[in-house]
Nanobody, 123 residues
Framework: QVQLVESGGGLVQAGASLRLSCAAS????????MGWFRQAPGKERDFVAG????????YYADSVKGRFTISGDNAKNTVYLQMSSLKPDDAAVYYC????????????????WGQGTQVTVSS
């Protein structure tokens, strides 16, 4: 069983930066593909960014490419999502998730989920 705990959400102005953290239990970062998803009210949960187990490769949704960076710290067993140039459209609950597969963009392929952290972007 993998436990994921997100933190770092908050209220920021458009154009600002924010870093989300996902603390994972029991070596998850080196064992599972990790991803960030987001869900705005009334919308589906969308893929944002992913990192393969061990962190050698990252991949992004087109909507955040060039603005968001996913990274991981194996020693701390933590995955980060650095978000820059935030837009009001980025506002959502952000979820960290772990998958038995690498390079997964589908939420259906992720087995473990955190509780989510709210990101609000004011214009």
């Amino acid at each position: 069983q993998v436990q994921l705990v997100e933190s770092g959400g908050g209220l920021v102005q458009a154009g600002a930066s924010l870093r989300l953290s996902c603390a994972a239990s029991g070596g998850a970062f080196s064992t599972y593909g990790m991803g960030w998803f987001r869900q705005a009210p009334g919308k589906e949960r969308d893929f944002v960014a992913g990192i393969v187990r061990g962190g050698s490769t990252t991949y992004y949704a087109d909507s955040v490419k060039g603005r968001f960076t996913i990274s991981g710290d194996n020693a701390k067993n933590t995955v980060y999502l650095q978000m820059s140039s935030l837009k009001p459209d980025d506002a959502a609950v952000y979820y960290c998730a772990a998958s038995h597969y690498d390079s997964s963009r589908s939420s259906n392929l992720y087995t473990y989920w955190g509780q989510g952290t709210q990101v609000t972007v004011s214009s």
